[in-house]
């Protein structure tokens, strides 16, 4: 596996392997590699010929007081990983080279970004369809990987990727879960295993609303469903509620009622330090 820095020199190899008319598949991360990236990379590999991993712990996605300067890095841990699932080239650029002195221009996916986590996290969405959009331009992959964890990333990079004619297409990947079902997340990392516990209210959510739409003779009303669930996870010591909605998967409009199209979507605080997020649909099939 190569290890890539320079914005330059991937725009180059990737112009050749496309000159060549190869496949390739980009998976953006910011690194601290864990079972659900590695589900990312080992799926790019699957369908493409040349698989490019972004490591960029973006800047511009972070709000005041949040975790930049936290955030677990670790490039020689990462490449190792990268490299055990056939990653062809792990491309990490600095900050300078991404944001150079003069850096002006944002990308704003006005309606999907709005709600649930652009609520919480004003301009978060705008950070990462920028940095998104620079890697797509950088890397010129063919198709890109994404998680559904970050559902709401995922509809945002959809419909950005669909308003500015990208040719690109954007597969998603069902979210990895550890065997606990807690979401697999680089932000786990802050947990202590008690923590973690209790952080499993977020699934403990998901089987909750699961069970409920399963035994229902009629519609559920999604407003009833969701303060149920907030009412369970306020019970749990140290978890606070940022958000639960259930929502229509593609407009992420909230939903009257459970429908088969339906997303139940949750972001919590843990101890107040932790925030972390999950979703599922709730029409199990
Ligand atoms: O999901 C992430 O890790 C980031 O938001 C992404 C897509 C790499 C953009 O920085």
Known sequence: MKLVQDPAEIA???AGWRGQGLKIALVPTMGWFHAGHLALMRRARQSADRVVVSLFV???????GEDLAAYPRDLQRDSELAAGVGVDVLYAPSATDMYPAGFQTTIHVAELGRGLCGASRPGHFD??????????????????????????????????????????QIVSHPTVREA?????????SYLTEGEKGQ??????????????VKGAAQPLSAALLCSEIER???????????????????SLERCETVNENSRLIMAIKVHERVRLIDNARLFYL
């Not at 973006?58 to 005041?64: K, L, T, V």
Request: aromatic letters at 6%; glycine letters at 6%; one cysteine or more.
């Open 232 to 250: 369970n996870i306020s019970q749990v010591p140290g978890c606070v509620v940022d958000y639960v909605e259930i929502v229509d998967a593609d």
């Open 58 to 64: 973006n800047p511009i996605q972070f709000g005041p």
């Open 180 to 188: 606990s079902g807690l979401a697999m997340s680089s932000r786990n």
């Open 127 to 168: 950070g990462v369809c920028t940095v998104v959009m620079k890697l797509l331009q950088q890397t010129q992959p063919h198709q890109a990987i994404f998680g559904e964890k970050d559902f709401q990333q995922l509809a945002v990079t959809r419909r950005m990727v669909r308003d500015l004619d990208l040719p690109v």
């Open 199 to 212: 952080a499993l209210c977020l699934y403990r959510a998901i089987l909750f609303a699961r069970a409920k």
């Open 12 to 14: 180059a190899l990737a």
